[in-house]
C-alpha cells in the first residue's frame, strides 16, 4: 500500500485529511478501508483538536466504489462483502460524531461513494466549477449507494425530495447542488477551499452534530407514516414499476432502502441499506450495467477504437448538406459545439427552415432556465443557411444528409467534394448504403467515411463511424475527434449493408411482422416487446421509423443488386407490400401503419386483423419474448464474427445507446454472458427447431465456449 491519507494540523488545531490513494483516483476498496480507519483513530485520539477539513489531493474528489471488486463479488462472498459495507459505514459514523465539525473541501467530481463521505461531513464547500459533479448515481450500474447515501439523503432533504438522487441517479453541478441542499457554500477557485473550510470551522466551533443526531430530529417532510407521504408512497412502486417492467432490481432496492430510512432508527437503518447493496451486487443486472456503462463506455470513450499515431484535430468549419430533420440536427450539435456551419439545401428558404430547427430548441432551453438569449443568439450566428456549393470552401468535414439514394448522394458528392480544405474529410450520414460502393464515387475514397447519426440528433448520445475498404486512418480519427467534439460516444465498425445498427435493429422489426404474419394478435407482440425492457414494442417502433422508409430502402438495394444478405426477407416484403403499396399506410406520418393515430393517441387498424389474425393461433410469451431478443443478439454475433464489429465494446454500447438494447442486459453481447454461453446456445437450438434457421446460434458462440471464454 504506497497511498496517504495526509494530516496536517495547524496552530489553530484543526486538522486537513488530505486523501491521496495509490490509484489514479481515490476509491472505495481495501487501502481506502485501511487509510480511513486509521486517519478517524488519530482524529479520536488527536489531543486540542478543534476541527476536521477532508480534502483531496486527486482531480476527482473521490470516484466512489471499486467497481473491479464489485464485479467479482459472488454468492460466496456476500457475507464479506457485507461486512466491509459495515466497516465503511462504521468508520463514517466515528467521523461524524467527532467531538469537532468536519468539513468536506470538494474540488472535483463527488459521485457515488465520494459524495457519500461528503454527506458524513457536518459542512460541504465546492469548487464551483463545470468539471465539478456531485451526486449518487449508482443506480445506473444496477447498484445503491451503500455507504449511507440513501439513509443520510433521506434523513438530509426527506424522502420525495432525495428520490431523484436515489432513484434516477440525478447529477448537478456546485450551484445546482447548492440550491438543492447537497451542499452549504461555494467558492471560486479550488485554492479557496481549505482557507474556506478552515474560516468556518473558526467561525462554527459547536457545529459538531448532524441533523440525524440530533434530539427530536424529524425527517422533512415527514417519516414513512406521515400522512403528507401517503400520496407518494402509494404512487412511487406503481411509478417504478411502469418504468422498470420488473427487470430493474436497483430502483425498487433503493425505494425499499429509502423507506424503511423513514421508518427506522438512523443506524439500523444503515443496516438494512448494506443488506441491500449485498442483494444488489449478486445480481446479473448489476454485473451487466457495470461492465458495459462503465468499464466499456470508458474504454470506448478514451479512444480504444480510434488510430493511436494520428494527432487529434478539431472541426472548424462543418458543412452539412440536406437540412432535414438529420441535416438541421447535426447543425445545432455542432453548432452548439462551437463549429461554424454552413448549412446547405436546395434553396436558401430550405436551409433558413432548417436553421429554425435550432432557434425552436434554444427557447425551449431559455424557458426552462437552461440557456439565455445571448447564448441562443450566439449558436444561431454559427449556423449559415445557404443554397451556394462555393459556401462549402475550407470546410475541415462536410456531411451529407439527403435521402437514401445512392444516384443522389453520388450527385451532390461531385458537386462538392472539391470545396473541402486539404485534408478535409467527407461523410455519408447514411444508415444502410455501403461506404465502401459510395466511395466510388470520390475522387478521394481515402478521405471518405460513413457518419451515421441517430433520431432525434440533438438527444441521441451515439455516432456509429463506418470505416470504408480505402478509408484512412486520418480519416477516420477525424470523424472519431467531430463525434467527441459534439459530446457524443462514437463506436466504430467495418462496412456492410445496414453497419451494426440499422442491421440488427432491422430483426426485431423483422421479427414482429413475422409473429403478426403468422397469426398473433399485434397488441400482444408489441407489448410483448415492451415486456423484454425494449422502449416501445416492434410494431409501433416500426410506424415511427416508417415502413415507407422501409419500402424505399428495399428499392435502392434492389437498384444496387443486394438482395437478402442477412436471410430470407420475404415476409417483411410482404408486409411491406400489404401496407404501403396496397393500403397507402407508410407509418406514422404516412396515413398511419400497424396503428392509426389521432389527437387521443393511437388505436390498431383494423385491416390487420383482418388480414392476419388467427384466434387460434398461440404459442408461448416467453417464446415470442425470446424470438424478439434472440434475433437481435443473434445478428449481433454474426456481426462480430464476420468483423463488422470490431469490438464486444463497440457492440454492447451501439446495441443499447443507438438501438434501444434494454439496459439491464448489459447489451446484446454482454447479454450472453450472464445469461450463459451454454444456456445461450441450448436456447437457439430450441428456436431454430420450433421457428426456423434464423435463430442458428453462430460458431463464434461455440469457440467461446470451446476455449472457456466469455465476450469481453
Same mark, same amino acid.
Given at each position: 500500500? $504506497?497511498?496517504?491519507?495526509?494530516?496536517?494540523?495547524?496552530?489553530?488545531?484543526?486538522?486537513?485529511?488530505?486523501?491521496?490513494?495509490?490509484?489514479?483516483?481515490?476509491?472505495?476498496?481495501?487501502?481506502?478501508? #485501511?487509510?480511513?480507519?486509521?486517519?478517524?483513530?488519530?482524529?479520536?485520539?488527536?489531543?486540542?483538536?478543534?476541527?476536521?477539513?477532508?480534502?483531496?489531493?486527486?482531480?476527482?474528489?473521490?470516484?466512489?466504489?471499486?467497481?473491479?471488486?464489485?464485479?467479482?463479488?459472488?454468492?460466496?462472498?456476500?457475507?464479506?462483502?457485507?461486512?466491509?459495507?459495515?466497516?465503511?459505514?462504521?468508520?463514517?459514523?466515528?467521523?461524524?460524531?467527532?467531538?469537532?465539525?468536519?468539513?468536506?473541501?470538494?474540488?472535483?467530481?463527488?459521485?457515488?461513494?465520494?459524495?457519500?463521505?461528503?454527506?458524513?461531513?457536518?459542512?460541504?464547500?465546492?469548487?464551483?466549477?463545470?468539471?465539478?459533479?456531485?451526486?449518487?448515481?449508482?443506480?445506473?450500474?444496477?447498484?445503491?449507494?451503500?455507504?449511507?447515501?440513501?439513509?443520510?439523503?433521506?434523513?438530509?432533504?426527506?424522502?420525495?425530495?432525495?428520490?431523484?438522487?436515489?432513484?434516477?441517479?440525478?447529477?448537478?453541478?456546485?450551484?445546482?447542488?447548492?440550491?438543492?441542499?447537497?451542499?452549504?457554500? $461555494? /467558492?471560486?477557485?479550488?485554492?479557496?477551499?481549505?482557507?474556506?473550510?478552515?474560516?468556518?470551522?473558526?467561525?462554527?466551533?459547536?457545529?459538531?452534530?448532524?441533523?440525524?443526531?440530533?434530539?427530536?430530529?424529524?425527517?422533512?417532510?415527514?417519516?414513512?407514516?406521515?400522512?403528507?407521504?401517503? #400520496?407518494?408512497?402509494?404512487?412511487?412502486?406503481?411509478?417504478?414499476?411502469?418504468?422498470?417492467?420488473?427487470?430493474?432490481?436497483?430502483?425498487?432496492?433503493?425505494?425499499? /432502502?429509502?423507506?424503511?430510512?423513514?421508518?427506522?432508527?438512523?443506524?439500523?437503518?444503515?443496516?438494512?441499506?448494506?443488506?441491500?447493496?449485498?442483494?444488489?451486487?449478486?445480481?446479473?443486472?448489476?454485473?451487466?450495467?457495470?461492465?458495459?456503462?462503465?468499464?466499456?463506455?470508458?474504454?470506448?470513450?478514451?479512444?480504444?477504437?480510434?488510430?493511436?499515431?494520428?494527432?487529434?484535430? #478539431?472541426?472548424?468549419?462543418?458543412?452539412?448538406?440536406?437540412?432535414?430533420?438529420?441535416?438541421?440536427?447535426?447543425?445545432? /450539435?455542432?453548432?452548439?459545439?462551437?463549429?461554424?456551419?454552413?448549412?446547405?439545401?436546395?434553396?436558401?428558404?430550405?436551409?433558413?427552415?432548417?436553421?429554425?430547427?435550432?432557434?425552436?430548441?434554444?427557447?425551449?432551453?431559455?424557458?426552462?432556465?437552461?440557456?439565455?438569449?445571448?447564448?441562443?443568439?450566439?449558436?444561431?450566428?454559427?449556423?449559415?443557411?445557404?443554397?451556394?456549393?462555393?459556401?462549402?470552401?475550407?470546410?475541415?468535414?462536410?456531411?451529407?444528409?439527403?435521402?437514401?439514394?445512392?444516384?443522389?448522394?453520388?450527385?451532390?458528392?461531385?458537386?462538392?467534394?472539391?470545396?473541402?480544405?486539404?485534408?478535409?474529410?467527407?461523410?455519408?450520414?447514411?444508415?444502410?448504403?455501403?461506404?465502401?460502393?459510395?466511395?466510388?464515387?470520390?475522387?478521394?475514397?481515402?478521405?471518405?467515411?460513413?457518419?451515421?447519426?441517430?433520431?432525434?440528433?440533438?438527444?441521441?448520445?451515439?455516432?456509429?463511424?463506418?470505416?470504408?475498404?480505402? $478509408?484512412?486512418?486520418?480519416?477516420?480519427?477525424?470523424?472519431?475527434?467531430?463525434?467527441?467534439?459534439?459530446?457524443?460516444?462514437?463506436?466504430?465498425?467495418?462496412?456492410?449493408?445496414?453497419?451494426?445498427?440499422?442491421?440488427?435493429?432491422?430483426?426485431?422489426?423483422?421479427?414482429?411482422?413475422?409473429?403478426?404474419?403468422?397469426?398473433?394478435?399485434?397488441?400482444?407482440?408489441?407489448?410483448?416487446?415492451?415486456?423484454?425492457?425494449?422502449?416501445?414494442?416492434?410494431?409501433?417502433?416500426?410506424?415511427?421509423?416508417?415502413?415507407?422508409? $422501409?419500402?424505399?430502402?428495399?428499392?435502392?438495394?434492389?437498384?444496387?443488386? /443486394?438482395?437478402?444478405?442477412?436471410?430470407?426477407?420475404?415476409?417483411?416484403?410482404?408486409?411491406?407490400?400489404?401496407?404501403?403499396?396496397?393500403?397507402?399506410?407508410?407509418?406514422?406520418?404516412?396515413?398511419?401503419?400497424?396503428?392509426?393515430?389521432?389527437?387521443?393517441?393511437?388505436?390498431?387498424?383494423?385491416?390487420?386483423?383482418?388480414?392476419?389474425?388467427?384466434?387460434?393461433?398461440?404459442?408461448?410469451?416467453?417464446?415470442?419474448?425470446?424470438?424478439?431478443?434472440?434475433?437481435?443478439?443473434?445478428?449481433?454475433?454474426?456481426?462480430?464474427?464476420?468483423?463488422?464489429?470490431?469490438?464486444?465494446?463497440?457492440?454492447?454500447?451501439?446495441?443499447?445507446?443507438?438501438?434501444?438494447?434494454?439496459?439491464?442486459?448489459?447489451?446484446?453481447?454482454?447479454?450472453?454472458?450472464?445469461?450463459?454461453?451454454?444456456?445461450?446456445?441450448?436456447?437457439?437450438?430450441?428456436?431454430?427447431?420450433?421457428?426456423?434457421?434464423?435463430?442458428?446460434?453462430?460458431?463464434?458462440?461455440?469457440?467461446?465456449?470451446?476455449?472457456?471464454?466469455?465476450?469481453?
Amino acid at each position: 500500500m $504506497t497511498g496517504t491519507f495526509e494530516y496536517d494540523k495547524d496552530a489553530d488545531g484543526i486538522v486537513t485529511v488530505t486523501m491521496n490513494m495509490s490509484g489514479p483516483v481515490n476509491a472505495m476498496n481495501d487501502e481506502y478501508e #485501511q487509510l480511513m480507519g486509521d486517519a478517524v483513530s488519530k482524529l479520536e485520539a488527536e489531543e486540542g483538536l478543534k476541527g476536521v477539513v477532508l480534502a483531496s489531493a486527486k482531480k476527482v474528489f473521490f470516484a466512489g466504489g471499486d467497481l473491479n471488486s464489485l464485479l467479482a463479488v459472488g454468492p460466496e462472498d456476500a457475507e464479506r462483502f457485507f461486512q466491509s459495507a459495515e466497516q465503511i459505514k462504521s468508520q463514517l459514523r466515528r467521523l461524524e460524531k467527532l467531538p469537532v465539525p468536519v468539513v468536506a473541501a470538494i474540488n472535483g467530481a463527488a459521485l457515488g461513494g465520494g459524495f457519500e463521505i461528503c454527506l458524513a461531513c457536518n459542512h460541504r464547500i465546492a469548487w464551483d466549477d463545470r468539471s465539478v459533479q456531485i451526486g449518487l448515481p449508482e443506480v445506473s450500474l444496477g447498484l445503491l449507494p451503500g455507504g449511507g447515501g440513501v439513509v443520510r439523503m433521506v434523513n438530509l432533504l426527506g424522502l420525495e425530495a432525495a428520490s431523484p438522487f436515489l432513484l434516477e441517479g440525478k447529477k448537478v453541478s456546485p450551484d445546482q447542488a447548492l440550491s438543492a441542499g447537497l451542499i452549504h457554500a $461555494t /467558492v471560486d477557485s479550488a485554492d479557496e477551499l481549505v482557507p474556506a473550510a478552515k474560516a468556518w470551522l473558526k467561525d462554527n466551533p459547536d457545529e459538531h452534530t448532524q441533523p440525524w443526531d440530533q434530539k427530536g430530529h424529524k425527517i422533512p417532510g415527514g417519516n414513512a407514516s406521515s400522512p403528507k407521504l401517503a #400520496q407518494f408512497m402509494v404512487g412511487a412502486p406503481t411509478m417504478l414499476s411502469q418504468k422498470t417492467r420488473g427487470l430493474m432490481p436497483a430502483p425498487v432496492e433503493i425505494l425499499d /432502502v429509502a423507506v424503511n430510512a423513514a421508518r427506522l432508527d438512523f443506524d439500523t437503518a444503515l443496516t438494512v441499506e448494506s443488506r441491500g447493496l449485498t442483494k444488489l451486487a449478486l445480481t446479473p443486472e448489476a454485473k451487466n450495467m457495470i461492465t458495459t456503462f462503465f468499464f466499456q463506455l470508458n474504454r470506448i470513450n478514451s479512444g480504444a477504437s480510434r488510430p493511436k499515431d494520428v494527432p487529434r484535430k #478539431q472541426v472548424k468549419k462543418l458543412g452539412i448538406l440536406g437540412a432535414g430533420m438529420m441535416g438541421q440536427g447535426i447543425a445545432y /450539435v455542432s453548432a452548439k459545439a462551437g463549429m461554424d456551419v454552413v448549412l446547405k439545401d436546395i434553396s436558401v428558404e430550405a436551409a433558413e427552415k432548417g436553421k429554425a430547427y435550432s432557434e425552436t430548441l434554444l427557447d425551449k432551453a431559455i424557458k426552462r432556465g437552461r440557456s439565455t438569449e445571448d447564448k441562443k443568439q450566439a449558436l444561431l450566428d454559427r449556423i449559415h443557411p445557404t443554397a451556394s456549393n462555393d459556401d462549402l470552401a475550407g470546410c475541415d468535414l462536410i456531411i451529407e444528409a439527403v435521402f437514401e439514394n445512392i444516384e443522389l448522394k453520388n450527385k451532390i458528392l461531385r458537386e462538392t467534394e472539391s470545396q473541402l480544405a486539404d485534408g478535409g474529410v467527407w461523410g455519408s450520414n447514411t444508415s444502410t448504403l455501403p461506404i465502401t460502393q459510395l466511395a466510388e464515387a470520390s475522387e478521394k475514397p481515402d478521405n471518405f467515411i460513413g457518419i451515421h447519426f441517430f433520431s432525434p440528433v440533438d438527444k441521441m448520445p451515439l455516432v456509429e463511424i463506418i470505416r470504408g475498404d480505402k $478509408t484512412s486512418d486520418e480519416t477516420l480519427a477525424l470523424a472519431f475527434d467531430y463525434t467527441q467534439q459534439i459530446k457524443k460516444t462514437p463506436i466504430v465498425v467495418n462496412d456492410s449493408l445496414g453497419f451494426f445498427t440499422s442491421r440488427t435493429f432491422g430483426t426485431y422489426l423483422d421479427e414482429g411482422a413475422r409473429l403478426v404474419h403468422e397469426g398473433l394478435h399485434p397488441l400482444r407482440v408489441d407489448n410483448l416487446g415492451k415486456a423484454v425492457g425494449f422502449p416501445v414494442g416492434p410494431l409501433t417502433v416500426h410506424d415511427e421509423v416508417s415502413q415507407e422508409l $422501409t419500402r424505399k430502402a428495399n428499392e435502392t438495394w434492389a437498384e444496387m443488386g /443486394v438482395t437478402d444478405q442477412w436471410g430470407d426477407g420475404s415476409i417483411m416484403r410482404e408486409m411491406i407490400d400489404f401496407l404501403v403499396v396496397q393500403n397507402g399506410r407508410g407509418g406514422r406520418h404516412h396515413n398511419g401503419g400497424y396503428f392509426d393515430y389521432n389527437e387521443a393517441g393511437k388505436t390498431l387498424w383494423p385491416g390487420l386483423l383482418d388480414r392476419f389474425h388467427k384466434a387460434d393461433h398461440n404459442i408461448p410469451d416467453q417464446d415470442i419474448k425470446d424470438r424478439l431478443l434472440f434475433r437481435q443478439v443473434i445478428e449481433t454475433l454474426k456481426c462480430l464474427q464476420t468483423g463488422v464489429l470490431r469490438t464486444v465494446a463497440d457492440g454492447n454500447i451501439g446495441s443499447i445507446m443507438g438501438i434501444g438494447a434494454p439496459a439491464h442486459t448489459g447489451g446484446y453481447l454482454q447479454f450472453i454472458n450472464t445469461y450463459g454461453l451454454q444456456r445461450f446456445a441450448d436456447r437457439c437450438a430450441e428456436l431454430e427447431a420450433a421457428y426456423g434457421e434464423r435463430f442458428s446460434c453462430p460458431q463464434i458462440v461455440q469457440d467461446k465456449i470451446s476455449a472457456d471464454e466469455t465476450f469481453a
